[in-house]
């Protein structure tokens, strides 16, 4: 009885372990802390955040040591207030939530009416404390507006991460419909990386160094490379844990067009593509004769 009870125990915490790692790796957190004017930490302030393309909000408050952190944050901009008894509200416009990673809002309180509200621009992490990995984020801006090749897709992109070897089509048509791309990430071989779409593992098993599905970069939202010492929830990799996640609905309509044309007219010709004319060699020289055997070039 208490084996069973022992291994219904561990089933659960696999089970619980599992949802939260998946959440981890398709959502993102902002933390921070409260303080006022003399540094000492805010208890009880309440934190509200809006994403006003989706209409999602969440609110939470901080805890004895002014601190607060919101989990599993679907990713978006979002706007941020933090507001407490006895000081002035404190907002930020337009924090960038992505996907596998931590945004940081510190609010420095002063003393004023509630009413009153103290508005900052968001600002860019220049170095992010809050995670140990080392990662790179791909936007759906840079895809859209750069010229993507490799039949537009989003695997072309890695190419500008340190570490990575030019990607490339490695086997036919026929054996990868997808058209992904294969690389080396650190060294590692071509099947060591990982790539998850919207957290579902996307491996194609019969060439497992490619990616079963490549989706259009018209919907993804934002691709998260990670390539040394990422969190164990993004397992499976030795070389590279790609999560895309793609867009999700917003409360306006939108789409998008382009024309893609690839024109090798003008491209400059390499000795493969010129045609090397020479004589016949099988024709008889001025110092043979007309019965001479036929060359073995024929």
């Given at each position: ?38 540094q000492a930490a805010v208890v009880k ?254």
């Amino acid at each position: 009885m208490k084996i069973a009870q022992a291994f219904a125990s561990l089933v659960a915490i696999l089970y619980l372990s599992t949802g939260i790692s998946s959440a981890q790796v398709l959502y993102g957190s902002l933390v921070g802390n409260v303080t006022d004017p003399q540094q000492a930490a805010v208890v009880k302030a309440a934190v509200a955040v809006n994403n006003k393309a989706t209409g999602y909000s969440l609110a939470t408050t901080t805890d004895d040591r002014g601190a607060y952190d919101i989990l599993n944050l679907p990713p978006g901009v979002y706007d941020v207030k933090i507001f407490a008894p006895g000081f002035a509200a404190f907002e930020v416009k337009e924090i960038t939530i992505v996907a596998n990673n931590i945004a940081r809002v510190d609010a420095p309180l002063k003393v004023g009416n509630i009413n009153e509200t103290v508005t900052v621009g968001a600002e860019v992490a220049v170095l992010q404390t809050d995670r140990s990995d080392l990662h790179a984020d791909v936007a759906s801006k840079q895809l859209t507006e750069i010229a993507v090749g490799g039949y537009r897709n989003f695997q072309s992109m890695m190419d500008f991460i340190p570490g990575t070897s030019p990607g490339q089509f490695q086997n036919a048509s026929t054996d990868s419909p997808a058209r992904a791309l294969t690389t080396n990430v650190n060294g590692t071989a071509r099947n060591s990386n990982n790539t998850r779409i919207d957290g579902a593992a996307s491996v194609f098993t019969w060439l497992p160094h490619h990616a079963f599905y490549v989706p259009p970069i018209e919907s993804i939202e934002t691709v998260n490379i990670s390539t040394n010492n990422f969190d164990a929830e993004q397992g499976m990799s030795g070389g590279a844990a790609v999560s895309v996640i793609t867009k999700s609905g917003t409360n306006s309509f939108h789409g998008s067009a382009f024309e893609y044309h690839s024109n090798h007219n003008g491209a400059r010709k390499t000795s493969s593509s010129i045609r090397t004319l020479r004589p016949d060699r099988t024709r008889p020289s001025a110092s043979t004769t007309s019965s001479a055997a036929p060359s073995a070039d024929r």
